[in-house]
């Protein structure tokens, strides 16, 4: 038939889009009909956009358990933290999957994230999405202004997530937003000015946290940007916030001061003096400056501890990706066998304690340390090199690191 066709018309042209063969790679020949690879690709993306809505299906949700084991093979200590996130991301994600619209209706497990800097906020929840395989976008709350002002609006944390999904809305949908530093928006007190990047940003946020649509611009960070605008829905996206809180430990002890005195007080002497974030509750939230209603639509409350000596040192060999074993796998991508000695494993914990850096600062120690080798190594032709304290020692202090040093 093929044969006849081409004798009649000189050429073979697909059915549907009317191409010849030789503006085309390929034409299939069927009863009567041809069609060409590119219709053949039109038709495969459109069913797959038929059955790629992206749905959750309970049986596919990691358990708590899961969740936390998967994150110990990551992250090391807060056991705390990964248990109340664990559970807080499995309710989550339920919700979504059953998507209850019923006289019962699950509310969002948005979560607030309370650590000092370093102890590891920004990574659990870059893990997290990881073993959820979802899209992830962080921002910095000092940076978002009230709309009309300089800095971003409280909108374009949206785009960044849609930008993360590949600009697929659906996607984005069911994404995790991460925003640090919520503490620096903290309500001002005793200001007669307006309060565009405190305040007024809380406000802002609300409908982000509890659920709204929001127009944001694809393939663009800018909202002003010349391109389309999509609508993106919030109700089933994780909102986490991060922060410091410096000074919060003063607002919880003068709480607890004022519980002992009363009736039903609690008993001095059971109070962890040393560990005063365990007693965290909303209304210190507010005292340090969140406005009630903004605490509110962040239900799940969990605190990191600080990261002492010895999780320090761990962090450097333990975890799947820990610091050392990066270093090795470049090293071994050239040839090479790295060796660490144990003192200057020790020498990177104690600097990264003196310069206050926390586990962030491990890695910005070790690039100091093994700038001049890494530049050297893969011209060098040597097979196996060993860091040791004095060479540490001498690398690290040419980077004149003091400018990192935080006072206080």
Request: glycine content about 6%; aromatic content about 6%.
């Amino acid at each position: 038939m093929a044969k006849n066709e081409e004798k009649n018309t000189g050429t073979i042209k697909c059915s549907f889009c009317g191409k010849p063969q030789d503006e085309v790679n390929r034409i299939i020949a069927g009863p009567g009909v041809y069609i060409c690879n590119e219709c053949i690709e039109l038709c495969q993306e459109i069913i797959d956009e038929d059955f790629s809505t992206v749905e959750t299906d309970l049986k596919d949700i990691p358990k708590p358990q899961e969740i936390s084991d998967t994150l110990d093979e990551y992250v090391v200590g807060q056991e705390y933290a990964k248990k109340v996130m664990s559970v807080a991301v499995y309710n989550h994600y339920k919700r979504v999957a059953t998507d209850s619209m019923d006289d019962i209706e699950i509310e969002k497990s948005n979560m607030l994230m309370i650590g000092p800097t370093g102890s590891g906020k920004t990574y659990l929840v870059k893990t997290l999405a990881k073993i959820l395989d979802v899209p992830l976008a962080i921002t910095d709350a000092t940076s978002l202004t009230e709309a009309g002002y300089i800095g971003d609006d409280i909108e374009s944390v949206v785009s960044k997530l849609l930008a993360a999904a590949d600009n697929d809305v659906e996607k984005a949908e069911q994404g995790i937003i991460f925003i640090d530093e919520i503490d620096k928006i903290a309500k001002k007190k005793n200001s007669s000015q307006r309060d565009v990047s405190g305040e007024s940003v809380q406000q802002g946020m609300l409908k982000l946290l509890e659920g709204s649509d929001v127009e944001v611009p694809v393939g663009a960070t800018s909202k002003n940007a010349m391109v389309p605008l999509t609508t993106v829905n919030t109700r089933n996206i994780l909102f986490i916030c991060g922060g410091a809180f410096d000074g919060i430990e003063k607002k919880i002890a003068q709480r607890l001061n004022t519980r002992a005195m009363g009736y039903g007080r609690m008993n001095a002497d059971s109070v962890d003096r040393n560990n005063l974030m365990q007693y965290l509750m909303p209304q210190d939230l507010r005292s340090f400056g969140l406005i009630p209603e903004l605490v509110g639509r962040l239900p799940v409350l969990t605190y990191m501890e600080p990261l002492g000596r010895e999780a320090l040192r761990s962090i450097l060999t333990q975890p799947k990706n820990a610091i050392i074993k990066q270093y090795e796998k470049l090293f071994e991508m050239d040839g090479v066998k790295l060796v660490f000695d144990d003192e200057v494993l020790d020498y990177i914990v104690d600097k990264a304690i003196e310069y206050r850096l926390g586990a962030r600062g491990l890695r910005s120690i070790c690039e100091a340390i093994m700038m001049d080798t890494m530049f050297d190594i893969p011209s060098s032709g040597e097979r196996r090199f060993e860091v040791t304290l004095p060479y540490a020692r001498e690398k690290f202090e040419k980077k004149k690191f003091l400018a990192l040093k935080q006072v206080g």
